[in-house]
Each structure stands twice: as structure tokens, then as C-alpha cells.
């Protein structure tokens, strides 16, 4: 089959996107080793009081600025980490193969639909997790009575609402599939 000019743009697209998400799965693997051995060899009590307070701010405590939180109990921040790159690079790598039907030439195959609502759920479930678990975990380790209080901003709602499109554009897609396949009935 003889690729036209959109086809080689897309499978350029594609290909360009595969490579920046394999860039970021492996960063991602990278820095999950890290903080695994961090977090088994005690090293966040070995680092200076600053650098465990950027570390915390980094991954999204901003209840332990000081870094007190983190060295005391790497590994209730270990298993929030791992949680949430291993949802993050499941999304990622349903996009990763996505792209790559898209690489292939494939761009009306029937499986893009799962492939993009799995990576909608995907964010959906990391942004989620980012607003419940990270005010427990800080309500958890400190043994406060305090309030808890669950951080929405505009960030947060963006991301929600272009997951809401990703999956709305999954859906859609099946829908035209069904459509396609009933109107071959017809012919």
C-alpha cells in the first residue's frame, strides 16, 4: 500500500511520540529504582534536612516541607510512589502502543479505542490518587488529629476534564466502528 502524504505525516507523528514515551517510561523506571533504594537502604535519614524537603515537595508532600515526614517513613512514600508510576506507565504504555498501530499504518484499527480510553482511566486514576492518597498519608504519619483537607485546583480540574475528552473520544470511535460495521450489513 502506497502511503500517502497524511499517512507519512501521522506515522512521522507517531513515531516521534512513541520515542518521547519511551523517553519518560524509562526516567520513570529510573526513578522508581532510586527511590527503591532509597527508601530500602535509609538513605533519605542520610540526606541533609533541604534535600529531603525539595524530595518532599518534588513528589507532592507539601505538608512536609522540612523533609521529616519522608525520613521517617520512606516507605508509606515508597508505596505511593510505586502505586502511582505503575498507573502512570500503564497509561503510558497503551499510548505507547497506540502510537505504534498508528507507526504501523494502522490508524482505523479497532483496537485505538481501548488503547485510549485504558490511558483516559489511566490518568483519571493518577490524578485521583494524587488528591485522596497523598492528604492521607500525611494524616497517617504525622498521628494528628488534624483536619483533612484535599487539594483541587485549576491544574487538577484541566487534567480531569481532558481525560473526560480522551475517554468521550474513545467512545465516539467505538461508536463509528458499530456504525461501519452495520452499514457493511446493509451493502
Known amino acids: ?6 499517512h507519512a505525516q501521522i506515522r512521522l507523528l507517531a513515531l516521534s511520540t512513541r520515542w518521547i514515551l519511551s523517553l ?5 523506571v529510573i526513578f522508581w529504582a532510586l527511590l527503591t533504594w532509597m527508601a530500602f537502604t535509609s538513605q533519605f535519614q542520610r540526606l541533609p534536612q533541604m534535600a529531603n524537603g525539595y524530595m518532599s515537595i518534588g513528589i507532592g508532600l507539601s505538608y512536609d516541607p522540612n523533609g521529616k515526614l519522608l525520613a521517617a517513613h520512606p516507605f508509606f512514600i515508597w508505596g505511593y510512589i510505586s502505586l502511582a508510576l505503575g498507573i502512570a506507565g500503564y497509561g503510558l504504555l497503551r499510548l505507547w502502543r497506540l502510537m505504534h498501530m498508528y507507526e504501523a499504518g494502522n490508524v482505523f484499527d479497532r483496537r485505538a479505542p481501548n488503547h485510549l480510553s485504558t490511558f483516559a482511566i489511566c490518568i483519571l486514576l493518577r490524578e485521583l490518587l494524587d ?6 498519608i500525611s494524616m497517617a504519619i504525622n498521628n494528628d488529629n488534624h483536619w483533612v483537607s484535599f487539594n483541587i485546583d485549576s491544574g487538577t480540574t484541566h487534567v480531569l476534564l481532558i481525560t473526560i475528552l480522551f475517554f468521550l473520544m474513545s467512545r465516539i470511535m467505538a461508536a463509528a466502528y458499530f456504525v461501519a460495521d452495520d452499514n457493511d450489513g446493509f451493502i
Open 1 to 6: 500500500m502506497k502511503l500517502t502524504t497524511q
Open 24 to 28: 519518560a517510561l524509562v526516567i520513570g
Open 131 to 136: 488528591i485522596v492518597a497523598i492528604p492521607l
